[in-house]
């Protein structure tokens, strides 16, 4: 069956013709890509476009692979690269906060396991996520894209310098100054000890909450580095 094959099969059998192929790709990878997209552009609707611009651009250029990093790095390289020019050819401000229904609202925050939260507790988690996805907001570009990539969609720094075409001293020294600046941000809610912090994504540095799959209603049904 199509859908066992993996995804360098799948990508082969796209170039050689079969119709369905790059479909059953991209679904199996469409909300890990679509919430790095939305990560990294901080705006649905610049998320959506970039995407789309991403996808489109690698089934058009799905033929350039060549096996030297794994399909979804190839594949996160290519959206990125494309929510980053998104996001200069928009102009967008830097600053602007992301709305507050980006965090799944409806989604409960995570428990320990044998407790729940009382809706104080729930109140006040929520109100974290949308100041930790605010203060993400405020990262340029380059350090946007670093920070969502290894801290909160858990890559390694090596797979982070392939899918942004940069050295892995770059990567690092973006994610070093974006987790600065978040821990000046976020000094209030890390300073909190009398409070259940949220499990956080692997790859986040301690004391840092979890803001969760950014994966809302409604994604899109189509589909150069900075600093």
């Not at 489109?56 to 030297?68: C, H, K, T």
């Not at 996805?133 to 390694?156: C, F, I, N, W």
Request: glycine share 8%.
């Amino acid at each position: 069956m199509a859908s066992e094959l993996s995804d360098a099969d799948l990508l082969s059998a796209h170039v050689t013709g079969d119709p369905d192929a790059f479909g059953l790709l991209f679904a199996r990878h469409r909300d890990r890509l679509w919430a790095v997209a939305l990560r990294t552009c901080g705006h649905p609707e610049v998320a959506a476009d970039g995407l789309q611009e991403g996808v489109v651009a690698a089934f058009r250029r799905a033929d350039s692979f060549r096996g030297e990093a794994a399909v979804t790095t190839w594949l996160h390289r290519i959206v990125v690269n494309a929510c980053l020019d998104r996001l200069r050819a928009e102009k967008v401000r830097r600053a602007d906060p992301l709305p507050d229904d980006l965090d799944e609202p409806d989604r409960a925050p995570r428990a320990t396991v044998g407790t729940e939260l009382d809706p104080a507790q729930q109140g006040l988690a929520a109100e974290r996520r949308r100041q930790v996805l605010d203060a993400l907001a405020t990262l340029p570009a380059g350090q946007r894209a670093a920070v969502v990539l290894v801290d909160m969609e858990g890559y390694s720094v090596a797979e982070v310098a392939q899918i942004l075409e940069c050295a892995e001293g770059t990567v690092k020294s973006r994610c070093s100054r974006g987790r600065a600046r978040l821990a000046v941000l976020l000094a209030g809610i890390l300073g909190e000890d009398d409070v259940t912090t949220p499990t956080r994504a692997p790859g986040n540095p301690p004391g840092t909450p979890d803001v969760g799959p950014m994966t809302p209603r409604g994604p899109p049904a189509g589909t150069a580095a900075v600093d």
